[in-house]
């Protein structure tokens, strides 16, 4: 049973350190992890790395239950370990999103990541895994790989107007989707007047 430990904050100077590779998955990395997935679970994160929790070790975990997560192209995730993961970009496509992390309470911000990657890494019992994935978890992993590289999202968000806290995002993006979701709803309400209109034209020409 692993440990809930204190979530690292931006301006501790251990994220904005490059983690080291681990060589063997012993009884102390395996403490690690276990200590990674009690503390995401606490925490209600999508994914979290050794750095956060204050190790200076390539090991992320992700985790996603989609009746839980509040972006827009969620996926279900199952526990994930990724020891010493390195990915790679299959095609040029970007997309931009916002993004929020454990180590910066409240503020999200946009950032343009690779719709689709590979991603390589071992998992908890040192086998070597490749996958190829593409949007919401792909976003999930770059970001989780770039704090092993002590980096942080808030150093990618590339337009100065691409902050936001979360209570703004949701009024606004929320805002947002409701007024496109009532359009569209107009849109075929006015569809089914317009054929029953024509429907019963008809009926009346025979
Ligand atoms: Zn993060």
Not at 170 to 191: C, D, G, M, Q
Request: proline residues 3%.
């Amino acid at each position: 049973m692993g440990k809930i430990i204190q979530i690292r904050k931006i301006g501790d100077p251990l994220l904005n350190q490059k983690s080291r590779t681990v060589e063997n998955i012993g009884k102390e990395e395996r403490e690690i992890i276990e200590d990674l997935i009690e503390t995401l679970n606490y925490s209600g994160g999508y994914g979290i790395a050794a750095p956060q929790i204050g190790i200076s070790q390539r090991i992320i975990v992700i985790q996603v239950k989609q009746e839980k997560c509040h972006y827009k192209d969620c996926e279900e995730i199952p526990t994930t370990i990724l020891i010493n993961p390195h990915w790679s970009n299959i095609g040029e496509e970007q997309t931009v999103e916002y993004e929020g992390c454990l180590s910066v309470p409240e503020i999200r911000g946009k950032v343009k990541r690779y719709k689709t990657i590979q991603v390589t890494y071992q998992n908890e019992k040192g086998e070597k895994i490749q996958k190829i994935k593409s949007g919401f978890s792909a976003r999930l992993i770059q970001h989780e790989i770039d704090h092993l590289e002590g980096i942080t999202f808030l150093e990618k968000v590339e337009s100065p107007h691409g902050f936001a806290t979360r209570d703004m995002l949701e009024k606004y993006e929320l805002r947002k989707k409701a007024k496109s979701e009532f359009i569209v709803n107009i849109h075929s309400l006015l569809k089914r007047v317009s054929f029953l209109c024509d429907s019963t034209r008809i009926k009346f020409e025979w």
